[in-house]
Every structure is written in C-alpha cells, then in structure tokens.
C-alpha cells in the first residue's frame, strides 16, 4: 500500500519488494492456516524489515514533494509505523490499515473466538 501511494504521488523508489511482498503474504496466510507459528513468525518479522525499509525510503524523498502530496501520504505512514512497532501484547492496536477503527471482539465461543469489527448496538 505505501509503494502503491508513494507511485501515485510520483515517488521513485529504489525497491518496492513488490514480489517478496506477495509470496510472503501468501505463505503468512498458509502458516497461520495450519498453525505453524514458528515459520509464520519468521515471514511477519521480514515483512515488518520491508515495511520499515519502505517507510524510511519514502519520509527521506518526501522532502522533494509538493505540500500537498506529503499531505495525502501523512496519516498512511503513521499508520504503517504503527502497524510496524506494535507487538502482541500491546494495547489498543491497528488492525486494518483501511479502517483505524476496527477493534478485536472477544466472543467467548471455542470454534471462533475473536472477531475483529466495530461494535454497534441498534434501538
């Protein structure tokens, strides 16, 4: 999402991972699907050294950016500086970097035990 953004705003990156971004994506999910938390920590940890290389690429050439193009890319990299300086065990988390809102559910069932939304109550 910040190398799309950075693009769109006319940023010349050196490296986007773009395709490292995709596999390792791909494999976090595989991981987590059958619940092999050793090798799915090893892939968030190399996703969260890209995300980090990304961001310091982009805050050092947005210098060169007009104000209102720094403006538009603001709150997308404090949100993904967040995302990538929060560990586990951490209060009020990011979980969706679209909808700053959304908060982990407790349930309380066995099968599904969290749900991540917003909760809201009809009268």
Request: aromatic residues 4%; contains cysteine; hydrophobic residues 35%.
């Amino acid at each position: 999402k910040i190398a799309r953004l950075a693009k769109r705003v006319g940023l010349k990156l050196k490296m986007t991972h773009e395709r490292e971004g995709q596999s390792l994506r791909r494999r976090a999910g595989g991981y987590a699907h059958a619940k092999q938390f050793k090798r799915l920590r090893q892939v968030v940890r190399r996703q969260r050294t890209i995300l980090g290389v990304l961001l310091r690429q982009v805050q050092r050439k947005m210098a060169t950016l007009a104000q209102a193009a720094q403006d538009q890319l603001k709150p997308w990299l404090e949100r993904a500086e967040r995302i990538r300086s929060q560990r586990p065990h951490d209060k009020n988390k990011l979980y969706a970097l679209h909808a700053p809102e959304v908060e982990c559910i407790g349930k309380g069932k066995a099968r599904k035990p969290y749900e991540f939304g917003v909760k809201v109550s009809l009268a």
